[in-house]
């Protein structure tokens, strides 16, 4: 079964800390993943997308990584800003599946100042 | 949010009513979707339109209806057949094999 699996499910940390967002999937064949920011009450918004041959790509303070072997990606923040206050959700796109996602149920991240 | 806007915002529904839900988009992508979220889940593909006058069930399509009669728009019917319909419902678009994005989304709920 496809499925993406994300942890931890919450996570509150103080402002200027950094923190990692871990993401596990199963969804095969595998095509690209992405990360996306949703603020309460908004739409996602796409951070980064990383292809199978892509082990990181950052976007300002967010760095995501992938490792397709272990079907294992991360999200890590540095520096915490109280606009980061969010869900982070991992979403997972099948090859040849159109553009079909497989999306986790996201970890919602409270930045404290 | 981008090219994409939806309305209501917010939407009440009594029970045995149809309501829907608007979705439109000036990126001229060709594909839309329908998604709804719950707390704590993922979200969850209700249908989708890859070309105009032509729509696919998602994996939680019953008690939903669409049309796309336009490039434009891919409005969502929720009908009295949807007896949990209290969600978030998110609408996306995208280009052929491109990223989607999203709508700012309507709550719905039901009095």
């Known amino acids: 079964k496809n499925q993406v699996e994300q942890s931890p499910q919450s996570l509150i940390i103080l402002e200027g800390k950094n923190c990692t967002l871990q993401c596990n999937y199963t969804v095969s064949p595998f095509s690209n993943l992405r990360w996306y920011k949703q603020d309460t009450g908004r739409g996602p918004v796409s951070l980064t997308i990383?292809?199978?041959?892509?082990n990181t790509k950052s976007n300002g303070r967010y760095t995501a990584t992938l490792d397709a072997d272990t079907k294992q990606s991360s999200l890590h923040i540095t520096a915490s800003q109280l606009s980061d206050s969010a869900s982070y959700i991992c979403?997972?796109?099948?090859?040849?599946?159109?553009?079909?996602?497989?999306f986790g149920g996201g970890t919602r991240l409270m930045v404290k100042p | 949010d981008g090219g994409i806007t939806q309305s209501p915002k917010y939407l009440f529904r009594k029970e045995g009513q149809n309501v829907t839900l608007s979705c439109e988009q000036n990126l001229n992508h060709d594909a839309m979707y329908w998604y709804r979220q719950d707390p704590g889940q993922g979200l969850r593909l209700i249908y989708y339109?890859?070309?105009?006058?032509?729509?696919q069930k998602g994996d939680i399509a019953e008690g939903y209806s669409v049309s796309r009669e336009k490039k434009e728009s891919f409005p969502l019917t929720v009908t009295s057949a949807q007896k949990n319909p209290t969600a978030f419902y998110l609408c996306a678009s995208s280009g052929r094999q491109e990223t989607q994005y999203f709508g700012p989304g309507t709550r719905l709920l039901v009095l």
């Open positions: 339109s890859q070309i105009v006058n032509d729509f």
């Open positions: 979403v997972v796109s099948r090859f040849n599946a159109g553009n079909m996602l497989t």
């Open positions: 990383m292809t199978f041959s892509e």
